[in-house]
Structure formats: C-alpha cells, structure tokens
C-alpha cells in the first residue's frame, strides 16, 4: 500500500499570499497517477487536478501541481478567502487507492 | 449533469449491517471508461476509499475492510449499493458515492462526488 503524507497540517495565510502543500508517497507513483481534491466543511471532495498538474474542468489557474516519483506538491497562488479548505492528495497508480490525511488552508 | 444521491439509514447498531444505496441520474452507469466507488470520512479525519465497482459487476475492495464489504451495482435501476457487515463504532463516518475515471486499468481519480451520507453506529 502506498502511504501518502502532506505537510503541512496546517497553513494559515493572508488572502494574497500563496501556498505550497506537500504530498510525499512512500513509494514512487506510477507514471504519477496523482490528484488533488478540496473540501470545504460540510460538503463532499471537489476535484482539482489529475496527473500531477492536469486541472479539472472549471478550476481557476492559480491552482497548480508540480512533482515526480514521491514528492509532489500543490501551489495556490494568490490565496483567495473562498479557497480556505483541506486539500488531499489521492494516488491511483495501484491499489489499494489511497488519499493523504490532509492539509488544511486558512485564510488569516 | 451527473447527479449521485445517497441514501439509507442514518443509525446502525453495533454488530449489524450497514447499507447503503447511491443512485446516479444526469448521466450514464453502463460506461466502461468509468467505475463507481464508496469512500468514507469520519467526523473530523481523512478519506478512506472503501471499493469500487464496474457496471459489469467487476469490484475491487480496499483490503482493510475487504472481509467486511459488498458492493453491487443495478444498472436498471441506476443504484449501486454498499453492505458493511458486523460494524463497530470505528465504522461511524459520513460515506460518499462517487464516479471513478478509470485511467490506469481498472485505476483513476474521483471526479464526481454525492453529497454524502452520515451513518452512525450506535446502541
């Protein structure tokens, strides 16, 4: 089973500012089947971004993601106060499927 | 637009069978570039893929709770269903239906969720 850890656990930011969270795999991702997901508190997961830096349909592009093998990461350029949420990572390159414990964004 | 509406009971008694059902309208189920799947959260922590299933009826199971796990799929009906046997407290959690993209084999990304289903496990 590949164990998907982000850091941080949390950040807190001013609007404006950017992010960078972090995904480290304990094993190397298939051909880098990784996505993203926000959720925002009492909703369901929304899907960002597949492939490492693929975006989904409708998601702004000052959402972006970078990485290769173990290390990936997501970067929200100019925080805006509707993207405070957690952010998981999720691996697709083998199962058992397998999300990160989440990082979560503030807005100060 | 893909719509995936959840339901069942909100309370189960430890030891019982969970069930749920999500039906899917705004879209197709008998599509082989997707899977459907049931992914769990408990009140206040992570995501937990749970299993996933075609709409030939081939599964996969997340094997920490494989034993424990069915999932079927009606494609007349539209509905794909979740059973979790003999459940304890630690099964507690808000479970979600959602729309796999397969993109590596029998492998991908969720890309539509349901709203969710709190089910609790209590006396």
């Known amino acids: 089973e590949i164990v998907l850890t982000q850091s941080p656990g949390t950040l807190s930011l001013s609007p404006g500012e950017g992010a960078t969270l972090s995904c480290r795999a304990s094993?190397?991702?298939?051909?880098?089947?990784l996505a993203w997901y926000q959720q925002k508190p009492g909703q369901p997961p929304r899907f960002l971004i597949y492939?490492?830096?693929t975006r989904a349909a409708g998601v702004p592009d000052r959402f972006s993601g970078s990485g290769s093998g173990t290390d990936f990461t997501l970067t929200i350029s100019r925080l805006e106060p509707e993207d405070c949420a957690v952010y998981y990572c999720?691996?697709?390159?083998?199962?058992?499927?397998?999300f990160g414990q989440g990082t979560k964004v503030e807005i100060k | 637009q893909l719509q995936l509406q959840e339901s069942g009971p909100g309370l189960v008694k430890p030891s019982e069978t969970l069930s749920l059902a999500c039906t899917v309208s705004?879209?197709?189920?008998?599509?082989?570039?997707?899977?459907w799947a049931w992914i769990r959260q408990p009140p206040g922590k992570g995501l937990e893929w749970t299993g996933s299933?075609?709409?030939?009826?081939?599964?996969y199971y997340n094997p920490s709770l494989k034993s424990r796990v069915t999932i079927s799929v009606d494609t007349s009906e539209k509905q794909i269903s979740l059973k979790v046997s003999s459940v304890t407290a630690a099964d507690t959690a808000v479970y979600y239906c959602?729309?796999?993209?397969?993109?590596?084999?029998?492998?991908?990304?969720?890309?539509?969720w349901g709203r969710g289903a709190l089910v609790t496990v209590s006396s």
């Open positions: 999720q691996q697709y390159g083998g199962s058992p499927l397998t």
């Open positions: 705004g879209g197709a189920i008998s599509s082989d570039s997707y899977f």
């Open positions: 959602a729309r796999l993209r397969r993109f590596h084999g029998d492998y991908g990304y969720f890309d539509n």
């Open positions: 299933i075609h709409y030939s009826g081939r599964t």
């Open positions: 492939g490492v830096s």
């Open positions: 094993q190397s991702v298939l051909s880098n089947y």
